[in-house]
């Protein structure tokens, strides 16, 4: 079969001037993140130690009222809980053990963080150590914060799995740790192509159950499949792993470097690497062929959201023609993006932070074809006659890897496809 | 603390961004964390807004904390005022920002802003969505409405309306058109498309038409004492309701009343003989005070049905409901725990739901059939056609949205003519819905439960049991369960066939 890489650009991103403005920040925080969690690691239970707010965003993050009763829920604080800390702790281990006996199918507990309990110090360190000790071995209790004066909307999941990290069991074994919360199916295709080429011992943080093997030592690497995981990196690093780095594993191309940096860490041969992808990689380019169709030559700037967007951007530039006006993150972890900006060829404004205001004046000023932005401004931006695409997707769907790279050219090109459907004057 | 799944209600800042909201050249500055805009899609998405809420969030975060928080709130104050100009500004805090106590009405007075500047408290930790906007347009109202003069033909204000309101959009266009056929003028409706300049000449009219009591009766209370306008008391949601609101406005107006009923189609189609069959249906009543005191008047009434329980999640309406429900005689359910309030439907085990977006959640996993008569909202809460709850044409929308989940009546009776045709089923359901109900009934589960519940329960022996599933699904929780009460009440322990037919007659109606 022929190869078909493209070119590396003369010019990346890796050191373009960043414009950084401290404004309005239109963001979700962290908690959003247990939206997608609780349905990963199945018998988890994620309570939100917070207000009535905390509650309320996250029945509303999750679009609709997901039925069934929910492994989420908010301890909402009260008049009571804040006039003395002691009794907050008390009442905590309270609703925990309400919460349990209501629920014996949980076996780790997650006591999240928000922004009252941050500024009110609650200790859920300590909670979380008082209730492991209480209901061990059955369930086991963690916790991290997810409030949005410390999180940004995916640094959520990064708090989560950093926090489990140290409660991983020792291992000296040469294993690969996978890292992130990717759907079931995507995980398990994943895997596979990794089997296929003799990579087999692969764990993946986070686990789908409990009692699923996940542990780290000194011969652990680790790669990430989602480019907001800084914290768990570095929680990593601690317990002695590697980190292999890789351009994020969207689209065909970001999918090839990404499992070629693991093939060549674990000395996979080229010939068995090709054998592997060849047929996938082609499948994924025709998919993505196709989307590319309404997407080449448009242009797209991104608003801050999940921190996907350098890698985004890069997979929209190189394999579907477009072009990237700006590009806005909430943080850019170079360790962990460098590949991808390293692709990104220089050109587009790379944004960090956000004051919302000046960044919509930008964007009305560009005109792009294409806007990624939040759920809050994406109907006032179409009824300004600029087409949109809710970055809240990009997390929620299937979109990593090969079999996934066309829908993700879909997501975005859909958008444009429906406006030019639309014809709503009259005929003449 | 207490620990919460669900929740009717948001914080009471998300009750002062609905007034916002609603309102034009009116612009909120929140002393709020990053991660507070959430807020915004509410109204973006939900309701499909065209336009940001008119809201700036300060996005403090862990940094600023402890340096310059208050700075941040009074830039944040600033920029807002130069970008966009408004006519007045209120401020406030969210649950965060009013743990860190700066005092953001405190900060914007000092700062000699060009416009009125209103400092809001709404106590996060204690109140809620409704009581946030009920006292948000009321601070607004109490800070800007001035004695005026009155308008010379008979004029009223529509308050109450907000963003994000369950079909507030309709209601008011329906009242509007009600009003001023009996010759009333709409002065200015507010919060719902009002300038604070309109809020100025709230006086200008000659009485206030409260639509809703959980948003405007504050403010209505104040007009009344300061500004001399008195306002209605009836909530013209049911047909009845509408002809005494109108009689109400008449009073208050000294014209005729004059309704204009020729749209009106209610009372026929509930007296036509397909609707027989909603005789007598149990219904549960759940939502905000306003919604279920209006709708339990037209479920017995108007539609018929019998109304087995009701309640409301919003506490200030507390004692209405309860005192309604004494003169309904069933048993008030004050909650905001949505746990509470499927349990107390799983127990009545009603025929219809009458609720919010929750319990029609609660009837899906119950298979019992819901119709939505109140806030929280959902998308689907904003329909494109025109769809009042208020008024001749609110009437209608009811009598249409209340039958819809029901089995229609000529079907109830195929449906039992046809129970054993592979296609017409129980687990068919009504052939106006299209899909299938699979998730597990109440019917099946509750055997489980009967047996292991007390002494003196009683069991179904296996032939009555087999009877049973030979009566329509529809009817089947109604007659289990008829069946058991009357069998306790008799002192019978084992439910045979006899037991079965005898309750039948016992309840025959």
Not at chain 1, 7 to 21: E, F, H, N, S, Y
Not at chain 1, 182 to 197: H, I, S
Not at chain 2, 59 to 72: C, E, H, P, V, W
Not at chain 2, 157 to 169: K, M
Request: proline share 6%.
């Amino acid at each position: 079969m022929t190869r078909h890489d493209a070119t590396p650009p003369t010019r990346g991103c890796r050191d373009a001037p960043v414009l950084k403005q401290r404004g309005q920040h239109e963001v979700f925080c962290g908690l959003t993140g247990i939206i997608w969690l609780h349905r990963k690691m199945q018998d988890a239970f994620f309570l939100v130690v917070g207000s009535r707010t905390c509650a309320h965003l996250l029945q509303s993050a999750a679009g609709v009222m997901i039925f069934a009763e929910p492994r989420f829920g908010t301890a909402i604080l009260e008049e009571t809980d804040l006039a003395g800390l002691a009794d907050a702790q008390v009442e905590l281990e309270r609703e925990v053990e309400r919460l349990l006996a209501r629920r014996p199918d949980i076996r780790q507990l997650f006591l999240v963080g928000s922004c009252p309990s941050e500024v009110i110090k609650l200790d859920l360190a300590r909670a979380a150590e008082r209730l492991t000790m209480r209901h061990a071995p059955k369930v086991r209790v963690l916790n991290y914060s997810g409030s949005g004066i410390e999180t940004t909307f995916t640094e959520g999941e990064d708090a989560c799995l950093a926090s489990m990290v140290p409660a991983l069991p020792e291992t000296q074994d040469r294993e690969l740790m996978l890292v992130g919360a990717l759907p079931d199916v995507v995980e398990d295709q994943a895997r596979d192509l990794l089997a296929q080429m003799g990579i087999d011992k692969v764990s993946v943080l986070p686990a789908r159950h409990a009692d699923d093997p996940v542990a780290v030592g000194p011969n652990t690497v680790f790669a990430l499949t989602q480019p907001f995981l800084g914290g768990t990196h570095a929680a990593l690093e601690r317990r002695g792993a590697r980190h292999v780095p890789a351009p994020l594993p969207f689209g065909e191309e970001g999918t090839t470097a990404w499992l070629a940096a693991l093939a060549q860490e674990f000395g996979v041969e080229r010939a068995r690497f090709d054998a592997v992808t060849d047929a996938p990689r082609a499948r994924a380019r025709r998919a993505v062929k196709q989307a590319a169709e309404t997407l080449t030559g448009k242009s797209v700037f991104f608003f801050p959201d999940s921190q996907l967007e350098i890698p985004l951007a890069r997979f929209l530039t190189r394999e579907c023609g477009m072009q990237a006006l700006e590009v806005g993150t909430p943080y850019l972890h170079k360790a962990i993006l460098g590949p991808d900006l390293d692709l990104l060829a220089e050109g587009p404004q790379i944004a960090e932070g956000q004051d919302v205001d000046l960044q919509l004046e930008r964007c009305r000023a560009a005109r792009p074809d294409l806007t990624v932005c939040g759920l809050g401004l994406a109907n006032p931006l179409e009824a300004e006659g600029l087409t949109t695409k809710w970055a809240i997707e990009l997390v929620f769907t299937p979109v990593h890897f090969y079999e996934q790279a066309g829908d993700l050219a879909g997501l975005f090109s859909r958008p444009l496809r429906r406006r030019a459907a639309l014809h709503l004057e009259a005929a003449e | 603390m207490k620990l919460t799944l669900w929740t009717y209600e948001g914080p009471p800042h998300v009750g002062a961004m609905r007034v916002a909201t609603a309102m034009t050249g009116l612009h909120y500055v929140l002393h709020a964390p990053q991660g507070d805009t959430y807020a915004d899609l509410l109204f973006t998405m939900i309701e499909r807004r065209n336009h940001r809420p008119p809201v700036t969030y300060t996005t403090f975060q862990a940094r600023d904390l402890g340096s310059d928080t208050a700075n941040l709130f009074k830039t944040a104050c600033q920029n807002a005022y130069e970008r966009f100009k408004p006519q007045a500004m209120i401020v406030g805090a969210s649950c965060t920002a009013e743990l860190i106590q700066d005092d953001p009405g405190g900060m914007a007075e000092q700062m000699g802003l060009p416009c009125p500047v209103i400092a809001l408290e709404l106590p996060s930790y204690q109140r809620k969505e409704n009581f946030g906007a009920d006292e948000t347009f009321f601070q607004i109202t109490r800070a800007l409405a001035k004695p005026v003069e009155k308008t010379a033909h008979v004029s009223c204000n529509l308050i109450g309306p907000t963003a994000l309101g369950f079909r507030h959009r309709d209601d008011i266009t329906e009242l509007t058109g009600m009003l001023a056929d009996m010759g009333v003028a709409v002065n200015v409706c507010a919060p719902y498309g009002a300038t604070p300049s309109d809020i100025a000449r709230l006086g200008a009219a000659h009485f206030n038409v409260l639509m809703y009591p959980e948003t405007g009766e504050a403010a209505c209370r104040w007009m009344e004492r300061e500004l001399d306008l008195p306002f209605t008391k009836t909530v013209p949601i049911g047909v009845g309701a509408t002809r005494d609101f109108m009689a109400e406005v008449a009073s208050l107006t000294g014209l005729t009343p004059q309704i204009d009923e020729s749209r009106l189609r209610l009372p026929w189609y509930s007296a036509s003989v397909d609707s027989t069959y909603l005789t007598g249906k149990r219904v549960f009543l759940f939502g905000d005070g306003t919604h279920v005191a209006t709708a339990a008047r037209i479920a017995r009434d108007e539609m018929g049905f019998e109304v087995v329980g009701m309640g409301c999640y919003n506490r200030e309406m507390a004692r209405p409901i309860r005192k309604l429900a004494k003169e309904y005689g069933v048993e008030a359910l004050i909650t905001d725990d949505y746990l509470e309030v499927e349990a107390a439907i799983e127990a009545l085990a009603p025929e219809m739901i009458l609720g919010t977006q929750m319990e029609r959640m609660i009837g899906k996993r119950l298979n019992i059939p819901c119709a939505v008569i109140s806030a929280p909202v959902h998308v689907q809460d904003y329909p494109a056609r025109y769809s009042p709850q208020m008024g001749i044409e609110g009437a209608n929308v009811i009598f249409d949205t209340w039958v819809h989940p029901l089995v229609m009546g000529l079907e109830e009776h195929l449906l039992h003519m046809f129970r054993d045709d592979f296609e017409f089923n129980d687990a068919a359901g009504a052939s106006h819905h299209g899909g299938h109900h699979t998730t597990s009934t109440p019917e099946t589960r509750q055997p489980e439960t009967t047996e292991e519940s007390a002494p003196g329960t009683v069991i179904w022996l296996d032939e009555a049991e087999r009877e049973l599933k030979k009566i329509p699904f529809f009817v089947r929780g109604k007659a289990r369960r008829n069946t058991e009460t009357f069998a306790a009440n008799q002192g019978v322990h084992e439910i045979g066939i006899d037991t079965l037919y005898e309750a039948k007659a016992h309840y025959a109606r």
